[in-house]
């Protein structure tokens, strides 16, 4: 049914506007007046961190993309015109190069977050979902970005990867030749890739208005894990989150301005400062850090199509997370074994990571396994049984009851005066 | 809940370090001694008069085996050269100009604007002549773990074989190149150009000087970038604090 909007903005244009098409609403009821928790810790900063990186991945690609050449002869040459004749091109690049890692570094503590306060369970799946998919694109987008400035862990590392597909029987040949456009890494390589570069941040954005629109369908977790059930549990979304978020941002910038501006090259490789020379292969080739845990994954299994498997396993195992862990309580802290075991899981994440670091010889070989081997364990044996046998906390009554004696600390628990006066603006 | 902040950031310091703990490259050659630089830290610059000298060096010495193929005369400026010295030192070397009537490649003196003379046509004509292709020194400081120490390392680390030490013929021992065999003749012995300064060329001198002129090469935007940069930090703390002060005000009133 057509109709017009009732807007309640006064300004006359807004209202206009409004009246015809409703986003100053939209955006007032999605985020100014959104019911949110109350209880939230700084770990619910890493999303809106997320989504303001990859505005500025965005907004910096375009600019290097004005300046750079996808062609195997031009391609290090351009990068390296942008460091020194493109007007502040070394600040848009290193920020680029730099916000790839920021952008995992935040991502990844944003899954942990939802993996310890159990954001995954019902009825929030698909929103979970959603973000295994932004991950992998994510992986995508950074992996074929490495490759542009074309250097010697460019080309390397594009090698070893697309050649990763050649261990499908039958198929993997002729798919690794179809990703090539030809017989080796080469021009058409570098193009296609670079097209896919630039495409893949804007489904990216797309996938992401997915993900925040499934997240005001079902509405924020919390650190309790428990669900909102009066209004005096929430607090509208702004100014409170929006200020506290703005808090997350200037630490999340500080931190992205030390590395820009101090030690700009300190994630990076110093074979990439090499052009790419496909007659010299580099002592050994690594991936940017934040592939190492996956690519020791790789490397730890002794058959190359179980390796290439269980690397993809790793990531699509998140898929089916929600299923896996049996326990009708979300959050870790009311799960006194699961809140171990998931530093243990924390842990071997990292052991992966110093393993991919380091040739596989000697005590890196066998750490590989036992993180890969327990990676898994976690997930499909660790969490199905734990959630039917593990004695969980009693689980407060309410957000603002958070012990069941109805003693919330400082506030003595009441839920009047004091605690309801946000509530009442909203 | 500051547990739990707590525990989170401890989470990430951890998750960064166990993954930079630098992958140790199993190479026999040693870890290059930390030298002292005008442009170490946060607030270094470069030593001009140092940077200057070190162009001496490399245009006296390493130009006549190596390319710095991303450098235009122009860029000198940023060592503290002047326009008319930029213009002489272009104006004295011979660098291609495009072709005569003929067809033929033609050289002439060059202009500000002039890329870097290249020692050789191509890499194989230099790989030809010297056994190895010699590596553009461009960006050679940032190609290499530990960077201008390393660099130093080479210039200074050429040595007799130890007793047994197996050279192959056209091979010159040194410390810090892995597998110890380098394809380089020792470019610096001490007192290989005299300084204008009146600086006395010992070899250290040359070499430290020659690396922070490589350095400058490969990062020309440092001074700027870290200036920048300290304006940026001080900003973002001053701003970070005050929002937090907003945030607890506004929390303030809330019981959570
Ligand atoms: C999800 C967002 C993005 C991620 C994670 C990402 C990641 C990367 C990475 C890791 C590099 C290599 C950096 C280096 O070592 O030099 C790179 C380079 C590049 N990216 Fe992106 N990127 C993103 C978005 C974009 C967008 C939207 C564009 C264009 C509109 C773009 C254009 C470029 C260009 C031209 C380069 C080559 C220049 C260079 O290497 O500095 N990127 N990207």
Redesign the pocket.
Known sequence: MAGLNKSSFTNPVVNWIDTRLPVFTMMQKEYGKFPTPKNFNYMWNFGALAMI??LI????????????Q?NTQL?FN??QH??RDVNYGWL??YV??N???M??IVTYIHIFRGMYYGSYKAPRELLWMIGVVILL??MA???????????QM?YWGATVITNLFSAFPVVGQPIVTWLWGGFAVADPTLNRF?SL??L???V?LGVVFLHVAALHVVGSNNPLGIDVKTPQDTVPFHPYYTVKDSVGICVFLLVFALLVFFMPNLL?DPN?FIPANPLQTPPDIVP?WYFLPFYAILRSVPNKLGGVCMMFGSILVLFVLPWLDTSPVRSARFRPVFRVLIWVWVASVIGLGMVGAHPPTGIWVVLGRVCTIYYFFHFLVLLPILGKMERTLPLPESISRPVISGNSGGGGGLPSGAAARPMEKA | MMRTILRGVAAGALVALGLWTAPARAQDAPVPPQQVWSFDGPFGTFDMAAAQRGFQVYSQVCANCHSMDQLHYRDLSGIGLSAAQIKAIAAAVQVPVGVDDQGAPKLGPGTPASMFRAPFATVDAARNALGAAPPDLSVIVNAREYHANYIYGILTGFRDPPPGFKLQPGLYYNEYFPGHQIHMPQPLHGNDVTYADGTPARLGQEAHDVVTFLTWAANPEMVERKQIGVRVVLFLALMGGLTYAVKRRLWANVDH
């Open positions: 990186n990859l991945m965005i907004i910096t690609g375009i600019f290097l993309a004005m300046n750079y996808p391609a351009s990068v942008i460091m848009i690049r680029h190069q916000g790839a890692s952008f995992f694109l994510m987008t950074a992996f074929m970005g490495y490759v542009l400035p074309w250097g460019s670079f570069h630039y893949l941040p804007f990216l990076g990439n940017e």
